[in-house]
């Protein structure tokens, strides 16, 4: 059974930063890519970053110089590393992994910026 269960969504002040982690269970080869997604209230969901198994990384227009995606092989687990966050990154993140043409979600964290 396929798993991505993320973690380290919080509360934080505006310049704040935070780490997301996202621990892939039940699928270790074959992936393409591994990607952070996010969804505001109201509006579509929305690619963050992605990474290849190449390591070649993707960002948002949005989050370019702020944002870090990595993964650890060893521990099958993707970061996302947030710094001078701002109002408008609060939004539910979520974990992503193509395989073979397959999508696979988790379940989402919180992510609120606010003063």
């Known amino acids: 059974q396929v798993q991505l269960v993320e973690s380290g969504g919080d509360l934080v002040h505006p310049g704040g930063s935070l780490r997301l982690s996202c621990a892939v269970s039940?699928?270790?080869?074959?992936?393409?890519?591994w990607g952070w997604y996010r969804q505001a209230p109201g509006k579509q969901r929305e690619l963050v970053a992605s990474?290849?198994?190449?390591?070649?990384?993707n960002y948002a227009d949005s989050v370019k110089g702020r944002f870090t995606i990595s993964r650890d092989n060893v521990k099958n687990t993707v970061y996302l590393q947030m710094n001078s966050l701002k109002p408008e990154d609060t939004a539910v993140y979520y974990c992503?992994?193509?395989?073979?043409?397959?999508?696979?979600w988790g379940q989402g964290t919180q992510v609120t910026v606010s003063s």
């Open positions: 039940g699928i270790r080869w074959d992936i393409n890519a």
């Open positions: 990474i290849t198994t190449d390591g070649l990384t």
């Open positions: 992503h992994v193509e395989r073979v043409g397959v999508n696979y």
